[in-house]
């Protein structure tokens, strides 16, 4: 079988017919919740879970894009040779992209109508597919999976258990059950919303392939209301 080249942002991976056991990265927003990241790790690399654990943070505000401060999330790390932090900017064209869609769009928040600029999806979709470049400067490959999620969305270890032995097919974004934290129970359930509302909570589980090809928003995006899901 001939080599697969897979292409990313800005390299390619090559993946040979005989390829490895899949690593497992769990790769989560993160803006200085120093304290769940302690949970995050105790939870993961205690029971072995994932290979790794990568914190993007982005170098400027989802709201409109100005610079904002840098807190290092794997600063205060008790495991240095397996969590890192990866840092996103913002390049000029990118900018200028986002402020052309500055319009503002309202949506309903609870019993309140609340307004967000086009401009703020559009920083906040640029943050988020920072993890796949996270994640192959991490070293993770086409072959391997990739756990996304915000620093406060942490799977169980049962379903991550369960996913080594039912690894995602390409293209496939799969929930994952979560354990309870401050603000959300996270189980196998859907929004309800429709296709063009969909806010998805909970970490979701891909291959790097999928990751490459769509991008970490996407693959998200993909799943609020899908039918694949691994409860504990």
């Not at 205060?76 to 869609?101: M, N």
């Amino acid at each position: 079988m001939p080599p697969l080249y897979v292409h990313s942002k800005d390299a390619k991976l090559a993946m040979s017919g005989n390829a490895p056991t899949p690593k497992m990265y769990y790769v989560a927003m993160c803006a200085g919740e120093y304290d769940i990241a302690s949970l995050v790790e105790e939870e993961l690399l205690t029971h072995h879970s994932v290979h790794k654990i990568i914190y993007v943070e982005t170098a400027y505000n989802f709201r409109d894009g100005s610079p904002k401060k840098l807190h290092n999330c794997s600063g205060r790390s008790k495991y240095p040779g397996r969590v890192s932090t990866h840092v996103a900017y913002v390049e000029e064209k990118d900018r200028a992209l986002c402020d052309q869609a500055a319009w503002a769009e309202s949506y309903n928040k609870g019993s309140a109508s609340v307004f967000r600029s086009k401009a703020s999806y559009c920083y906040e979709n640029m943050g988020r597919n920072e993890e796949a470049r996270a994640f192959e400067l991490a070293g993770g490959g086409a072959h391997d999976i990739a756990v996304l999620a915000d620093v406060d969305e942490i799977p169980d270890t049962a379903a991550l258990a369960q996913l080594r032995t039912w690894p995602p097919d390409h293209g496939v974004s799969v929930k994952l059950q979560a354990i309870h934290h401050y603000k959300y129970n996270l189980g196998c359930e859907r929004s309800g919303l429709p296709a063009d509302q969909l806010h998805h909570r909970g970490p979701v589980a891909v291959l790097g392939q999928t990751l490459f090809d769509v991008g970490a928003s996407a693959a998200r995006d993909a799943v609020a209301n899908g039918p694949v899901c691994i409860e504990a």
